[in-house]
């Protein structure tokens, strides 16, 4: 088939001179381009002379240079780490959040040593979660009516709240650190329960609205 305008390969974009150089930290844009470019062609299969000539004007179907091809690689590449960020268990260090603990025992606590306790527990979850202490609240509701295994034994029951940060790493700290405090006060670590909760920043209320808006 005779066609009016000469058909032109869309890798040509890719080997015109004077050659595109690439460093090693651009190969995965390479990759991009390249794939672009045999998208382009695979389409072209089905489209013979009309997407040759709109190759050829750079309109129409579209011609994407290789700098366009770059930017929607880095685009790409940039929204993809920020979207593996997100999900990332950790990634709310340093920013505001509703980390809080609460514990509940049946031991009553001296109100001096009971201070000591919330303080150093706040700066553990501050630490062990990456929070601002700021925004850390401890609440400990001593003397109250709890029994462990069917007995009146030292016990205490916690609960960590927190938007974000919650996994292994970071749970495993708190829990360390809250069993080992609690000692002081006659509670072993076998009668202590520590609930996680991760809370999604919607279902988290602060200052007359929620952490989502």
Do not use: H
Not at 50 to 60: F, V, W
Not at 152 to 171: M, R
């Amino acid at each position: 088939v005779q066609m009016s305008t000469p058909f032109i390969p869309p890798w040509s974009y890719l080997i015109s001179t004077p050659p595109l150089e690439l460093k090693l930290s651009e190969s995965l844009l390479a990759t991009t381009a390249v794939v672009s470019c045999v998208a382009i062609f695979l389409f072209s299969v089905g489209n013979g002379p009309k997407l040759s000539r709109a190759l050829a004007k750079g309109r129409g179907y579209g011609v994407i240079s290789t700098s366009r091809m770059r930017q929607f690689g880095q685009i790409a590449l940039a929204r993809g780490v920020a979207k593996s960020a997100a999900s990332c268990g950790n990634m709310d260090d340093g920013v505001i959040g509703d980390p809080s603990l609460t514990v509940t025992t049946n031991v009553v606590m001296d109100k001096s040593k009971k201070m000591g306790f919330m303080k150093a527990a706040s700066k553990l979850v501050s630490s062990a979660l990456g929070k601002p202490e700021s925004y850390v609240a401890i609440a400990v509701n001593d003397g109250t009516d709890l029994i462990w295994g069917g007995e009146d034994v030292p016990a205490a029951l916690c609960q960590v709240v927190s938007l974000g940060s919650i996994n292994l790493e970071n749970n495993k700290k708190v829990s360390e650190g809250v069993c080992e405090m609690l000692k002081d006060f006659g509670i072993a670590g076998t009668k202590v329960y520590i609930e996680f909760r991760d809370v999604a920043r919607e279902n988290m209320g602060y200052d007359g609205k929620t952490f989502a808006g």
